[in-house]
């Protein structure tokens, strides 16, 4: 009997997504190559949208199935946010996910969660998507934890990642490793 790749071990987030009320991107991440091509990842957003926009996500998350994929959503002034699991991921841990995401925008934000502000401060959604999964694995789901990381970044680097050696790069990722591995 063959199983799934990730049976019994970690659950794998496929994607994250931050749409505008239009359902055109704000911040999106995909660590699968269920959607190979920039224009597959387009269709998927736009029906992904279509069908939630209907519903009354803006007090709890919603959950809902999907081209054999489980996405829990969540709609927050102009912002929707969406987590993509398989099939037979938990829910809940998708539900985590998710609201691990909006904690830490909302604190990064301070509390300002709409579009302009989230494009304003896009390198600090990005930061954040960074810090909650790498690869598909869950790496973290508290709010704090996250928002803390992604401020820390800003305020101790001081130069942009992108102006990083790779030796400096890798000694960041090792401590965040070391740092994730001791929790």
Not at 66 to 79: R, S
Not at 154 to 178: C, F
Request: proline share 2%; charged share 25%.
């Amino acid at each position: 009997m063959a199983f799934p790749l990730h049976y019994g071990s970690c659950p794998v987030v496929k994607n994250i997504l931050l749409l505008d009320s239009e359902g055109k991107r704000v911040a999106v991440k995909y660590y699968c190559d269920d959607w190979p091509t920039h224009s597959a990842k387009l269709a998927f957003e736009k029906s992904i949208f279509t069908k939630t926009q209907k519903t009354n996500a803006r007090t709890e998350a919603e959950i809902a199935m999907f081209d054999n994929n489980i996405v829990v959503y969540k709609f927050v002034q102009d912002l929707h946010f969406f987590v993509t699991g398989g099939d037979d991921e938990n829910e809940l841990i998708l539900a985590t996910v998710l609201q691990g995401f909006y904690d830490a925008v909302t604190l990064l934000l301070r509390s300002n969660v709409e579009q302009r502000e989230a494009l304003e401060n896009l390198d600090l959604i990005l930061l954040c998507l960074d810090e909650i999964v790498d690869g598909g694995m869950i790496l973290e789901t508290d709010g704090s934890v996250i928002a803390g990381k992604v401020a820390s970044h800003n305020m101790d680097d001081g130069s942009p990642i992108s102006e990083q050696t790779i030796s400096q790069a890798l000694a960041t990722a090792r401590e965040h490793l070391t740092r994730s591995l001791l929790r």
